[in-house]
C-alpha cells in the first residue's frame, strides 16, 4: 500500500537506519513520514490518532516485513533533490528529537486532518502530553510550524517590523 522504498531514502538521506525494536527509532520514524507527507511527499500511509499521536499501522507493517532493508538503508531509490531538500529541513529542525517530533506531529496532524484551531490543537496537547514539559511542547509546535509554515515576504516584513526593536534592546542590553 505505502511506499515503504521511498520511505527507507528518506531515513538514508537523514542517515537513520531505523532498528524496529528500539520504540524510540519506531516514534522517529512514524512522526518523521507523517510530518513529510503532511508537508506533501507521496508515501501513501494512512495516519490516525494513537495514544502518541499520528500512527501508521501500515507504515508499522512495511517496516517490520523490510526491517533489513530499513536497518541497512538500502531500497535501490532516491529522492529528488526537492525532496531531499525537504528532509533535509526537516531533520535540521528536529535533530532526530522524538519528544520534539511527537509534539509537532500530533500538534499538525490535529491541525491539518482534524480541522481544529491551533488554539484547540494547542489545548489537548497540553492534555494528551502532560508528561512533556512545557518548553518541550512550545519548542515541538515551533518547529513544526517553522517546517510546514512557509511564510510570504509580507510576513518577513511584518515580522522584522514586529520584533526588530525587541531583538535591538536584546543586543543592547547585552553590550552593558
Known amino acids: 500500500m505505502g511506499d515503504w522504498n521511498k ?15 528500539e520504540f524510540e527509532d519506531k516514534l522517529i520514524a512514524q512522526k518523521t513520514i507523517c510530518l513529510l507527507q503532511l508537508k506533501g511527499m507521496e508515501f501513501n500511509y494512512p495516519f490516525g490518532m494513537y495514544v502518541r499521536g499520528s500512527y501508521s499501522p501500515a507504515f508499522t507493517k512495511d517496516y517490520y516485513e523490510h526491517q533489513q532493508e530499513f536497518k541497512n538503508l538500502s ?33 499538525a496532524f490535529i491541525v491539518e486532518k482534524t480541522n481544529r484551531s491551533p488554539t484547540e490543537a494547542f489545548r489537548i496537547i497540553k492534555e494528551t502530553k502532560g508528561f512533556y514539559r512545557d518548553t518541550q511542547i512550545a519548542k515541538g509546535i515551533s518547529k513544526v510550524k517553522e517546517f510546514l509554515f512557509e511564510p510570504t515576504k509580507k510576513d518577513l516584513e511584518w515580522l522584522k517590523n514586529e520584533t526588530g526593536p525587541m531583538q535591538r534592546t536584546s543586543v543592547n542590553s547585552l553590550r552593558h
Not at 7 to 21: G, R
Not at 75 to 100: I, M, R, T, W, Y
Request: glycine share 4%; hydrophobic share 45%.
Open 7 to 21: 520511505a527507507v531514502a528518506v531515513f538514508d538521506e537523514m542517515k537513520f537506519p531505523l532498528d524496529c525494536n
Open 75 to 107: 531500497c535501490g531509490v532516491s529522492l529528488s533533490d526537492e525532496e531531499k531538500a525537504v528532509v533535509k529541513n526537516l531533520d535540521a529542525l528536529f535533530q532526530k528529537n522524538a519528544p520534539l517530533l511527537e509534539i509537532g506531529a500530533t500538534y
